[in-house]
């Protein structure tokens, strides 16, 4: 496939892509939607992580409304959201590419499916007293890099079915 493909009923390309999970894509296609998806995350969560000390308030020091700390737990909010929209449009095209493979498309909740129990997992270490141990935060965020490697490796260098070696 040489252009990005529409839908059935002649849907716009971004609805194609990203807001439902019928029909396939090809590689080059997967990759073409995909790479936004990473580079708007990477950007977002490289915020996230600027604005994120400013989360820790303390009234003992600090008065009862800072405007970085209103600031921060905003972009939070909207933050979340795109997270949000991000692993939905990560699923659809995930699933597209698995059909093209030959598979069934709910292999594609895999990733963010674990993604988010990472998160949460981290989010809840610290306040699990001593209940969880640290090291399983590293060991959810290694067991989800070994699940994005493989979408990697199978979405975005895998043939289609029927297509030549």
């Known amino acids: 496939m040489n252009a990005i493909p529409r839908g059935d009923r002649g849907e716009s390309v971004f609805h194609f892509l990203y807001r439902n999970d019928r029909g396939r894509i090809d590689r080059a ?4 939607g995909m790479i936004p998806l990473v ?13 994120r000390p400013y989360t820790h308030h ?4 600090s008065p009862f409304l800072a ?9 939070l909010a ?5 997270v949000i929209l991000i692993a939905v449009c990560s699923y659809n095209l995930g ?7 030959g598979r069934h498309g709910s292999l594609a909740a895999i990733l ?7 998160g949460a997992l981290i989010w809840f270490i610290p306040r699990s ?8 935060s590293p060991l959810s965020l290694l067991l989800v890099a070994a699940i994005a490697a493989w979408n990697v490796w199978d979405l975005g260098f895998g043939r289609s079915i029927g297509e030549r070696p």
């Open 129 to 136: 007293f001593g209940e969880v141990p640290d090291w399983a």
């Open 39 to 51: 580079l708007i995350g990477g950007l977002m969560t490289s915020l996230w992580l600027l604005v």
């Open 58 to 61: 303390d009234l003992a020091t």
């Open 67 to 75: 405007a970085p700390t209103i600031l921060a737990f905003l972009y």
């Open 95 to 101: 699933a597209k590419r698995f059909h093209d493979r």
């Open 29 to 32: 296609t997967w990759w073409r």
């Open 78 to 82: 909207v933050f979340s959201f795109a």
């Open 112 to 118: 963010p499916l674990a993604a988010f129990c990472a």
